[in-house]
């Protein structure tokens, strides 16, 4: 019969091989003579630091014996904590994720080790080790699923941070999954975790969700605002939350601002900007608190200036001008909101397409964008920023440019998969394709034939990812 292999047999094979006897292994090692020949006997577990000295005096990769200390302390004997707990710790910091994941799965289905195992996690995501924590969330979170911990919503919340920032679509299913425990989340810990889905929200467009959001958000932060600063008598010791609480009042004030924005209603956008502008109810005094009122206040004067300009105010375009590429107001979106503003109201804007026209690019749109600002553009915007100068081209009878910035806004949309300003462009050419030279025309046809080969593309990397 073959002999199972363990880390006794291994241990013992290695000395038979290399000559040596227990105490001159010993002094290898590090590990007393009398322990190894226990470990060998297999009269003593091995513990995780001599298990690494092991591995380290029999010249071998550290994390070597791993999978059969798996084996053999965790499979075929009752797992002990003491080794455990370490030996999850040396797994995180060798990035033996696999290891880790067979650990769990072995284990909960023990569920008196799921407060271990979250313990464990936190501390694994305050070192920064995030895949290692995932995995032990993972299997606190599944082990109670049926129960309504906070700490189950906790482990959500933790694997929600974890997930998000690979991809929008990425963003999406974490977000989705994670928003079911938020209520169940401490009410200082729902704020953060608030204000992270509506941003997640705002970033893929899904503007009625960042509006229900945004509500909750100022809802839930105003009754704790009332606790903490206007209730004479506390129960006990408020927790604080990630950031001053009149950050996330003022953030939900500026989200509705933005979906208004959206949805055309800039005079309703401009009411917001009010109500996240008048700061005389902040009690707060902190340095940071002061750094919030600031930038508030930036965001305030350029968006006032923007919606006026919305809301046909030509007398604006001066300051819209001066804000369009600065902490406050990005590149893309200040020159979007402009130029449908002149399509809009048949206004003149040649200085300033001027003025910004060596920025008109992919690259230079990219640099242009601003910072300091809660959300961020979208490079969807690029392509139809394109489309509204070629709107506003060929309103003035520029149609040989109208027709370049046409045929750049297909381009930039068969690079973004942005179906939906493809379909204006094409509207729009065929409206002025009669005042086309044949060579516009054969160009026209050479770019639909890529914006078609690219969605066909688009769309199995999309069935893909499902």
Not at 305 to 322: H, K, T
Not at 370 to 398: D, F, H, I, N
Not at 440 to 446: T, V
Request: proline share 3%; net charge negative.
């Amino acid at each position: 019969m073959q002999q199972h292999t363990t880390i006794q047999t291994e241990l013992a094979a290695f000395l038979r091989k290399e000559g040596q006897t227990i105490n001159q292994f010993a002094g290898i090692s590090g590990v007393n003579s009398g322990t190894l020949s226990s470990i060998i006997n297999g009269n003593r577990p091995i513990a995780m630091q001599q298990l690494d000295r092991i591995t380290a005096g029999m010249g071998l990769p550290e994390g070597a014996f791993y999978e059969l200390y798996i084996d053999e302390c965790v499979v075929h004997s009752a797992p002990d904590w003491r080794r455990l707990g370490p030996f999850l710790h040396r797994c995180a910091e060798l990035d033996k994720l696999e290891c880790i994941r067979q650990v769990v799965q072995i284990i909960m289905d023990n569920i008196t080790y799921a407060p271990l195992l979250f313990d464990t996690a936190e501390e694994f995501y305050g070192q920064g080790k995030l895949q290692a924590a995932a995995l032990l969330y993972e299997g606190v979170a599944d082990t109670e699923k049926y129960q309504h911990s906070e700490r189950l919503a906790l482990c959500q919340y933790r694997l929600f941070t974890i997930r998000i920032g690979q991809s929008p679509e990425a963003d999406f299913r974490a977000a989705t999954r994670f928003e079911y425990f938020v209520e169940r989340l401490e009410e200082i810990d729902q704020l953060e975790a608030l204000r992270q889905l509506a941003d997640i929200y705002i970033a893929l467009q899904h503007w009625e969700k960042a509006r229900l959001l945004a509500e909750e958000l100022r809802h839930k932060t105003s009754i704790q605002y009332e606790i903490r600063f206007y209730k004479t008598k506390k129960k006990k010791e408020l927790r604080q939350a990630p950031r001053p609480l009149c950050f996330y009042i003022l953030y939900a004030y500026w989200l509705q601002s933005k979906v208004c924005e959206e949805s055309g209603e800039y005079e309703r956008a401009l009411e917001y900007v009010g109500l996240y502008t008048e700061m005389s109810w902040i009690v707060e005094e902190s340095e940071e608190v002061q750094q919030i009122r600031a930038q508030f206040s930036r965001l305030g004067t350029v968006c006032k200036s923007l919606y006026r300009l919305m809301c046909g105010e030509l007398e604006a375009l001066p300051e819209v001008m001066e804000s369009i590429g600065t902490p406050g107001l990005g590149l893309l979106d200040g020159l979007l909101k402009t130029v449908q503003a002149a399509n809009r109201y048949g206004w003149e804007v040649d200085g300033l397409i001027s003025r910004f026209q060596p920025l008109l690019t992919p690259e230079g749109a990219a640099f242009g964008q601003a910072e300091g600002t809660p959300g961020r553009e979208t490079p969807e915007q690029y392509p139809v920023l394109l489309y509204e100068l070629a709107l506003y081209s060929l309103k003035a009878e520029k149609i040989e440019q109208g027709i370049r910035y046409i045929f750049g806004s297909l381009e930039a949309s068969a690079a973004l998969g942005s179906i939906a300003c493809v379909i204006r462009c094409v509207r729009l050419f065929e409206q002025f394709r009669p005042h086309a030279s044949a060579e516009a025309q054969d160009r026209y046809k050479q770019l639909i034939n890529r914006v078609q080969i690219a969605h066909a593309e688009q769309t199995v990397k999309t069935q893909d990812q499902l």
